[in-house]
């Protein structure tokens, strides 16, 4: 007797301007985009602070103009800059 086990695979993409998570399902033998709490597919690469709470995503890159020192977007590559020897 063989027996099968369930298993989902996820993937994230952290992309410079949007990122999105995608799952394999098995019950649907597919890969499902996940949708953010907007309902969209990708949410912008987005962090700001607002003096109060802490923003992703859409709510960060709608403030971006009123509060732009505490607004971090498109700045991901930072994250992959080779450190040099001292």
């Known amino acids: 007797m063989s027996k ?3 298993r989902t695979a996820v993937g994230i993409d952290l992309g410079t301007t949007y990122s999105c998570v995608a799952a394999w399902f098995d019950k649907h033998n597919r890969v ?6 907007q309902g969209n597919k990708t949410t912008p690469s987005c962090v ?39």
């Open 48 to 86: 700001a602070w607002d003096g109060t709470q802490i923003l992703v995503g859409e709510a960060a890159k709608n403030q971006i103009y009123k509060n732009p020192k505490n607004t971090v977007f498109s700045e991901f590559f930072f994250l992959y800059i080779p450190r040099t020897s001292t």
């Open 32 to 37: 499902e985009m996940i949708p953010n709490e």
């Open 4 to 6: 099968t086990i369930g």
